[in-house]
C-alpha cells in the first residue's frame, strides 16, 4: 500500500469528509468520530436509521482511555485478541469528545481496533478515532472488496483506500462489558474463544427489544432478493446455496465451501450472495447449516437477511 494512498485519505478525513477503509472483516465507511458533521454524512449515505448506533476504530488502548471506562474484562479481551475481529461496548467518560450522534445520545460506545495493516496505518496517523459502520446501503450485504463499495455507492463516496478482499469477511463479534459480559452479535471471532479467556460461559442477547448496539437490527444483511432458510427443494429462477460442494453441480448451485469448512464458508458469504443477485435469480433457497462455530454467524446472518423480505412486503 502506497503511503500517498493512506495521506490523501487522512487528508480527506481531516476535512470532515466521509472515506471508505478496509478492515479484516468488512470494509468499513469512516469519518471522523469527534466531528458532528462527519457523523452526519455517514447516516445520510447508508440512510441509516439515527437510533442505529455506530462502531468506532481506535488504533490502541492508550488512545481509547481518553474516551471510555475500561475494566478487567476488557483488559484481558484487549490482550488476546487486538487487533482483531472483536467489539465492545463500553461506558463513555463525560469528559469525552465522541460525537453525540454516533452513540443516539447514551452513555455506552462500542469500539474496536482493527487488525488490517492499511487501516492501522491510517489510524496511528490520525488525531481523531474513525466512526465506521459497514460500507453498505443500510440493510443490505456488506461489501468486503473495493468493488463492492464502488458497486453500492459510486462516486456518493469521496475515497475507496484499497485494502484487497477482507480476510475474515463477516462483521466482528459484539460484547457488552458494562455490567455481566454478553454477547450482541455474533461475528468474526467464535463465542467460544471469548469464553476461555474470561473462563465462564456468555449469554448471548443478539435479538434485544431495544438496539443498543450495531449489528442488532433485526432486519439486515439482504442481497435484495427473498431467501428461504433450510430448503429441501428448489423453485423454478431460484439459486440453490450450499455449505459444501455437492457431486452434481447445476449452474444455479453456489457453495459457501468446497469441503464443507465453516470459516471459509463465512468468509465467501457475503461474495456469493452478491453473485447470486447479479444472476437476477428470483430467490435464494439455502441449505441447513451447522448451528456451531461459524456456522452459528453464517444462519445469523441469512435469518437476519430472510427477515427482509417481510420488512418489504
Same mark, same amino acid.
Given at each position: 500500500?502506497?503511503?500517498?494512498?493512506?495521506?490523501?485519505?487522512?487528508?480527506?478525513?481531516?476535512?470532515?469528509?466521509?472515506?471508505?477503509?478496509?478492515?479484516?472483516?468488512?470494509?468499513?465507511?469512516?469519518?471522523?468520530?469527534? #466531528?458532528?458533521?462527519?457523523?452526519?454524512?455517514?447516516?445520510?449515505?447508508?440512510?441509516?436509521?439515527?437510533?442505529?448506533?455506530?462502531?468506532?476504530?481506535?488504533?490502541?488502548?492508550?488512545?481509547?482511555?481518553?474516551?471510555?471506562?475500561?475494566?478487567?474484562?476488557?483488559?484481558? $479481551?484487549? /490482550?488476546?485478541?487486538?487487533?482483531?475481529?472483536?467489539? @465492545?461496548?463500553?461506558?463513555?467518560?463525560?469528559?469525552?469528545?465522541?460525537?453525540?450522534?454516533?452513540?443516539?445520545?447514551?452513555?455506552?460506545?462500542?469500539?474496536?481496533?482493527?487488525?488490517?495493516?492499511?487501516?492501522?496505518?491510517?489510524?496511528?496517523?490520525?488525531?481523531?478515532?474513525?466512526?465506521?459502520?459497514?460500507?453498505?446501503?443500510?440493510?443490505?450485504?456488506?461489501?468486503?472488496?473495493?468493488?463492492?463499495?464502488?458497486?453500492?455507492? *459510486?462516486?456518493?463516496?469521496?475515497?475507496? $483506500?484499497?485494502?484487497?478482499?477482507?480476510?475474515?469477511?463477516?462483521?466482528?463479534?459484539?460484547?457488552?462489558?458494562?455490567?455481566?459480559?454478553?454477547?450482541?452479535?455474533?461475528?468474526?471471532?467464535?463465542? =467460544?474463544?471469548?469464553?476461555?479467556?474470561?473462563?465462564?460461559?456468555?449469554?448471548?442477547?443478539?435479538?434485544?427489544?431495544?438496539?443498543?448496539?450495531?449489528?442488532? =437490527?433485526?432486519?439486515?444483511?439482504?442481497?435484495?432478493?427473498?431467501?428461504?432458510?433450510?430448503?429441501?427443494?428448489?423453485?423454478?429462477?431460484?439459486?440453490?446455496?450450499?455449505?459444501?460442494?455437492?457431486?452434481?453441480?447445476?449452474?444455479?448451485?453456489?457453495?459457501?465451501? /468446497?469441503?464443507?469448512?465453516?470459516?471459509?464458508?463465512?468468509?465467501?458469504?457475503?461474495?456469493?450472495?452478491?453473485?447470486?443477485?447479479?444472476?437476477?435469480? #428470483? =430467490?435464494?433457497?439455502?441449505?441447513?447449516?451447522?448451528?456451531? *462455530?461459524? *456456522?452459528?454467524?453464517?444462519?445469523?446472518?441469512?435469518?437476519?437477511?430472510?427477515? @427482509?423480505?417481510?420488512?418489504?412486503?
Amino acid at each position: 500500500m502506497k503511503l500517498a494512498n493512506i495521506k490523501k485519505a487522512k487528508k480527506l478525513l481531516s476535512k470532515r469528509e466521509c472515506v471508505a477503509i478496509p478492515t479484516e472483516t468488512v470494509y468499513g465507511l469512516a469519518g471522523n468520530a469527534y #466531528s458532528d458533521q462527519a457523523c452526519k454524512k455517514i447516516y445520510k449515505l447508508k440512510k441509516r436509521p439515527k437510533n442505529n448506533p455506530l462502531i468506532v476504530h481506535y488504533f490502541n488502548i492508550q488512545r481509547l482511555k481518553k474516551d471510555c471506562h475500561i475494566n478487567n474484562y476488557f483488559i484481558k $479481551l484487549y /490482550k488476546k485478541f487486538c487487533p482483531g475481529p472483536l467489539t @465492545f461496548i463500553l461506558n463513555l467518560k463525560k469528559s469525552s469528545e465522541i460525537s453525540k450522534i454516533i452513540t443516539n445520545n447514551k452513555n455506552s460506545l462500542a469500539i474496536r481496533f482493527p487488525r488490517h495493516s492499511v487501516t492501522r496505518k491510517l489510524l496511528k496517523i490520525l488525531e481523531f478515532p474513525l466512526a465506521a459502520p459497514s460500507a453498505n446501503p443500510s440493510s443490505r450485504v456488506s461489501a468486503v472488496t473495493s468493488a463492492d463499495v464502488k458497486e453500492d455507492f *459510486g462516486k456518493k463516496i469521496k475515497y475507496v $483506500l484499497e485494502g484487497g478482499k477482507a480476510s475474515i469477511g463477516v462483521e466482528s463479534t459484539i460484547i457488552d462489558l458494562r455490567k455481566k459480559p454478553q454477547i450482541l452479535r455474533l461475528g468474526g471471532l467464535n463465542v =467460544s474463544n471469548i469464553q476461555k479467556i474470561l473462563r465462564k460461559k456468555i449469554p448471548i442477547n443478539s435479538n434485544p427489544l431495544k438496539i443498543s448496539s450495531p449489528g442488532q =437490527s433485526k432486519f439486515h444483511y439482504s442481497p435484495g432478493i427473498p431467501i428461504r432458510l433450510n430448503a429441501k427443494n428448489i423453485l423454478k429462477n431460484e439459486a440453490y446455496l450450499l455449505i459444501r460442494k455437492k457431486k452434481v453441480n447445476k449452474s444455479n448451485y453456489y457453495f459457501l465451501s /468446497k469441503k464443507g469448512n465453516l470459516k471459509e464458508a463465512a468468509k465467501n458469504l457475503y461474495t456469493t450472495l452478491r453473485k447470486i443477485k447479479k444472476k437476477r435469480y #428470483s =430467490s435464494i433457497a439455502v441449505c441447513k447449516i451447522p448451528d456451531k *462455530g461459524y *456456522g452459528k454467524t453464517i444462519n445469523d446472518r441469512l435469518l437476519r437477511a430472510s427477515r @427482509f423480505n417481510e420488512k418489504t412486503t
